[in-house]
């Protein structure tokens, strides 16, 4: 089906969340509007869901809009994607089961040495740039076919969630191909397929970068940590390579929240 002319102007808002934490639990007790970055609680998690049912908002895959980029199909008006990074363990046991409740679907792209971790029942280290260097529950490789199952897309985030364009300067092509093609074989190994989208960690990319993941991805998602933070959106004539995205996180209001859709309404 060809892209209408309705859709031509379309900007779609990708969310990218990281941790969705339970009311009550102790990961939420010292998180400050200053020092959350990456987290959100339940209850902030469950008000911005809602407002997309309420506005009308349609939930789509992050295939049906790299379809709608590539191949020139049609979109549903008041598109939005939602996407989970990392693989954390409450993205299975806090989101979920919201997401569920309401049809809604969503991209989630885990580190496979994490998933590596948990499912052997240990726990690894993991550098962000959201949170520093971490040691937090993973989810299992039998969560990551649980999403799967849900309806879920899974996307590659490298192996070790390094940050590809350091390592790039620091080793060269080939460490590169490295973490793309290990985390590709654990997907194959314990999933049967290979992601077709890729997430880069911490955003950290350049042209060669692209150039070797492309190989492997249909598409390579970029990732901003700028503050303030500003709104950059998908649209038609976005490149496959940098697909545009929203970090939300507990630095972003409500009332913050709510902009992002009307700045994606303005044509």
């Known amino acids: 089906m060809a892209r209408s002319d309705t859709t031509t102007g379309q900007k779609i808002p990708i969310l990218v969340y990281h941790h969705v934490y339970a009311e009550g639990s102790a990961e939420l007790g010292a998180i400050e509007a200053d020092n959350g970055a990456g987290v959100i609680s339940e209850a902030a998690f469950r008000q911005q869901m809602a407002y997309l049912v309420d506005r009308e908002w349609n939930v789509v895959s992050t295939s049906r809009v790299l379809d709608w980029i590539i191949d020139g199909t049609s979109l549903p008006p008041r ?40 499912s052997e029942r240990r726990s690894i280290e993991v550098r962000t740039l959201t949170e520093g260097v971490i040691e937090k529950p993973f989810m299992t490789w039998d969560h990551a076919a649980e999403l799967l199952q849900a309806g879920w897309e899974i996307g590659a985030h490298t192996a070790t ?107």
């Not at 089961?97 to 309401?102: A, C, K, V």
């Not at 991209?107 to 590596?116: A, H, K, N, S, V």
Request: proline fraction near 4%; charge should be negative; aromatic fraction near 12%.
């Open 161 to 267: 969630h390094c940050r590809i364009a350091e390592r790039h300067d620091e080793a060269g092509d080939e460490s590169v191909i490295q973490e793309a093609e290990t985390s590709n074989a654990l997907f194959e190994k314990h999933l049967g397929f290979v992601p077709r989208h890729f997430a880069y960690p911490s955003g950290s990319r350049n042209d060669s970068t692209d150039t070797i993941l492309s190989r492997y991805y249909r598409s390579l998602r970029l990732w901003h940590f700028d503050w303030p933070i500003r709104w950059s959106f998908t649209s038609a004539d976005t490149s496959q390579l940098a697909i545009e995205c929203q970090n939300i996180d507990v630095r972003v209001p409500f009332d913050d929240f709510e902009r992002i859709f009307t700045e994606a309404s303005l044509t």
């Open 79 to 118: 598109a939005v994607v939602i996407h989970f990074d990392n693989g954390w363990l409450d993205t299975v046991m806090v989101a979920l089961p919201i997401l569920q409740h309401l049809d809604f679907c969503a991209t989630c792209f885990p580190i496979t040495d994490g998933l590596e971790a948990a």
